[in-house]
């Protein structure tokens, strides 16, 4: 069973940095792309970034280009996401998920709150 399982979310002010991490089990996660989402309240999901199997590419939405990086590590079945430079705007749920045909898989989502 694939499952992805989100954490490191929480409230940080304006400015702060904050550290996403995605455990996955179920499926050989070094080969597959995987991305992280997010959903804002009152709006719809938006695409943040992927990164491809080997981690040695990376693609980003240009809400979070240069404040934002992604990463992996397959050895530890991990994604993670560094959020820096954080904008109230940045305020979510924040989700990894991975396309292993024919389905989309999400975690459960991990909030993250940008407030002074």
């Known amino acids: 069973e694939v499952q992805l399982v989100e954490s490191g979310g929480g409230l940080v002010q304006p400015g702060g940095s904050l550290r996403l991490s995605c455990a996955a089990s179920g499926f050989t996660f070094g080969s597959y792309y995987m991305s992280w989402a997010r959903q804002a309240p009152g709006k719809g999901p938006e695409w943040v970034s992927t990164?491809?199997?080997?981690?040695?590419?990376?693609y980003y939405a240009d809400s979070v280009k240069g404040r934002f990086t992604i990463s992996r590590d397959n050895a530890k079945n991990t994604l993670y996401l560094q959020m820096d430079s954080l904008k109230p705007e940045d305020t979510a749920i924040y989700y990894c998920?991975?396309?292993?045909?024919?389905?989309?898989?999400w975690g459960q989502g991990t909030q993250v709150i940008v407030s002074s």
């Open positions: 990164i491809n199997s080997g981690g040695d590419s990376t």
């Open positions: 998920a991975t396309n292993i045909l024919p389905f989309d898989y």
